[in-house]
């Protein structure tokens, strides 16, 4: 029995999406909050249980049977390191043959203010001793391309990355990278650092914008603290806001950058190149 956590989010689903390519609906396990938003999961075949990051009792009861857990990190910043280790403790118990983490990449060098918790969430499976692989996901293309439409609307494009090159690939990639080692009958490595097969700088996202739409976007650089500000400003919370910000001022030092390839290999076919991502969302 395969457990996807998380698997009525936006990452959660597509992993269901490629696991149901891969193996019997009957073998998968969507672990959710709130069961009544994975109906759809359950019309499909998949066996939907209730399972809170808050609740241990909860986790031992969705994780009856289990032989594989795909743990997706909790997107409650600041809380997640005792949530993952409610998990962590959880998929022990159950003796499974493997526990997979959605990490970020290079989280063992990483810079980023966020990979502090994905460190912790990583000594933490280590010290569980239970079988597990690292997908240690690079930024998803999806980060830049929801936020077009504004772009477009205010005719410029900010952020504070420099000419830092992001080597970002599709959520759907990262989705299918996570089933095909959940559903691998073979062993699996520890690590996968999982990145886009070309970056791309931010000067270059809106140059390819401006070319698709005809108009041009420029690409306003700010400092951290400016576009914090700015953040603020279109009203994100601040946690958020602070995250993203120091993401981007990672970024412009390389944190976001990769060029091994490995997400590809894995999935056996090239990820999305910027221009599509683009076309995409427009």
């Given at each position: 029995?395969?457990i996807?956590?998380?698997?009525?989010g936006?990452?959660?689903?597509l992993v269901i999406?490629?696991?149901?390519?891969?193996?019997?609906?009957e073998?998968?396990v969507?672990?959710?909050?709130d069961?009544?938003?994975?109906?759809d999961?359950?019309?499909?075949?998949?066996?939907v249980?209730?399972a809170?990051?808050?609740?241990?009792?909860?986790?031992d009861?969705?994780?009856?049977?289990?032989?594989?857990?795909?743990?997706?990190s909790?997107?409650?910043?600041g809380?997640?390191v005792?949530?993952?280790?409610?998990v962590?403790?959880?998929?022990?118990?159950?003796k499974?043959?493997?526990?997979?983490?959605t990490?970020?990449?290079?989280?063992?060098?990483?810079?980023l203010?966020?990979?502090?918790?994905?460190?912790?969430?990583e000594?933490?499976?280590?010290?569980?001793?239970?079988?597990y692989?690292?997908l240690?996901?690079?930024?998803?293309v999806?980060?830049?391309?929801?936020t077009?439409?504004?772009?477009?609307?205010h005719?410029?494009l900010?952020?504070?990355?420099?000419?830092?090159?992001?080597a970002?690939?599709?959520r759907?990639?990262?989705?299918?990278?996570a089933?095909?080692?959940?559903?691998?009958?073979g062993v699996v490595?520890?690590?996968?650092?999982?990145?886009?097969d070309?970056?791309?700088?931010?000067?270059?996202?809106?140059?390819?914008?401006?070319?698709?739409?005809?108009?041009?976007?420029?690409y306003?650089?700010?400092?951290?603290?400016?576009?914090?500000?700015?953040?603020l400003?279109?009203g994100?919370?601040?946690p958020?806001?602070?995250?993203?910000?120091d993401?981007?001022?990672?970024?412009?030092k390389?944190?976001?950058?990769?060029?091994?390839?490995?997400?590809?290999?894995?999935?056996?076919?090239p990820?999305?190149?910027l221009a599509?991502?683009?076309?995409?969302a427009?």
């Amino acid at each position: 029995m395969i457990i996807v956590t998380g698997a009525s989010g936006q990452l959660g689903r597509l992993v269901i999406a490629e696991l149901l390519k891969r193996v019997p609906a009957e073998q998968i396990v969507a672990a959710v909050r709130d069961p009544g938003k994975a109906a759809d999961l359950a019309d499909q075949g998949v066996l939907v249980r209730h399972a809170d990051y808050n609740d241990p009792a909860s986790l031992d009861s969705a994780f009856e049977g289990a032989t594989k857990v795909l743990l997706i990190s909790s997107n409650d910043l600041g809380n997640r390191v005792p949530q993952h280790r409610n998990v962590i403790d959880a998929a022990a118990r159950a003796k499974v043959s493997l526990l997979a983490y959605t990490s970020v990449l290079h989280a063992d060098t990483s810079t980023l203010a966020l990979a502090a918790e994905h460190r912790e969430t990583e000594a933490a499976v280590r010290a569980a001793g239970v079988p597990y692989t690292f997908l240690r996901n690079g930024w998803y293309v999806e980060n830049y391309t929801g936020t077009l439409g504004g772009a477009v609307a205010h005719g410029a494009l900010a952020g504070g990355a420099g000419e830092g090159r992001i080597a970002a690939a599709a959520r759907a990639e990262y989705a299918e990278a996570a089933a095909v080692v959940l559903a691998s009958e073979g062993v699996v490595e520890q690590v996968y650092e999982l990145a886009g097969d070309s970056a791309f700088t931010l000067a270059e996202l809106a140059a390819e914008v401006s070319r698709q739409i005809g108009t041009n976007i420029p690409y306003n650089n700010l400092s951290q603290q400016d576009y914090l500000g700015l953040l603020l400003q279109i009203g994100l919370p601040a946690p958020l806001a602070e995250l993203l910000a120091d993401s981007d001022a990672q970024a412009a030092k390389g944190a976001l950058f990769d060029d091994s390839k490995v997400l590809s290999k894995l999935i056996g076919h090239p990820t999305i190149s910027l221009a599509a991502a683009i076309k995409t969302a427009l």
